[in-house]
């Protein structure tokens, strides 16, 4: 088992940064994929960014090029700095591990760009 808790969302004008960081519960060598979801208000789940066990990371289209996911061993974490925000990245965001044949989730955090 693993938990997840996120902070660092808030409220940013558009074309400002914030930094996410999820901390989980149990080393990070020991998970298979962490990643970073979102949720906008009637929209389903999508994924934003994920990063795995050697360092392979994905993003989905819309965030390539703005948005980093990484990872802090030490402190068994894993981050997203969000750059060049647009008001279409409002959502809940939420952080994932997929730990063997289970996915486990944070609580969400809000991020709200304003235009």
């Known amino acids: 088992q693993v938990e997840l808790v996120e902070s660092g969302g808030g409220l940013v004008q558009a074309g400002g940064s914030l930094r996410l960081s999820c901390a989980a519960s149990r080393t990070i060598f020991s998970i298979n994929t962490l990643g970073w979801y979102r949720q906008a208000p009637g929209k389903q789940r999508e994924l934003v960014a994920t990063?795995?066990?050697?360092?392979?990371?994905n993003y989905a289209d819309s965030v390539k090029g703005r948005f980093t996911i990484s990872t802090d061993n030490a402190k068994n974490t894993v981050n997203l700095q969000m750059n060049s925000l647009e008001p279409e990245d409002t959502a809940v965001y939420y952080c994932n591990a997929r730990l063997m044949a289970f996915n486990y989730w944070g609580q969400g955090t809000q991020v709200t760009v304003s235009s």
């Open positions: 990063i795995t066990a050697r360092g392979s990371t």
